[in-house]
């Protein structure tokens, strides 16, 4: 049984193919990027303790202030991705239901 033609006409669409290879790029490199900063930090907690156990000023160790610059990149990466969504990826999208009728 043969797909519907709008299926096809989505799936062959270059703007489409542009979306998905854009979307999958950046997700990727975000995804990377967060993991990889976890990693390290993780690697620096097993092997290195006393580096983020520094009191950096009174009671806060240098652990904590890492820990919540992760959490800030997370957000910031967050950002970045929403920001990309609505410069690049709704534009690509509204093309896209235009050429293929509105069908997605």
């Known amino acids: 049984m043969k797909k519907k033609t709008w299926d096809n006409k989505i799936l062959n669409d270059p703007t489409f193919r542009k979306l998905y290879r854009q979307k999958k790029t950046i997700s990727f490199v975000l995804t990377l990027f967060i993991v990889g900063i976890y990693i390290v930090y993780i690697l620096i907690d097993a092997f290195d303790r006393e580096f983020l156990a520094y009191k950096a000023s009174g009671g806060i160790t240098l652990g904590i202030i890492l820990g919540i610059g ?32 509105g069908q997605l």
């Open 70 to 101: 992760i959490i800030i990149i997370g957000w910031i990466a967050t950002g970045i991705y929403v920001w990309w969504a609505n410069k690049k990826y709704d534009l690509l999208l509204e093309k896209i239901k235009r050429t293929t009728g």
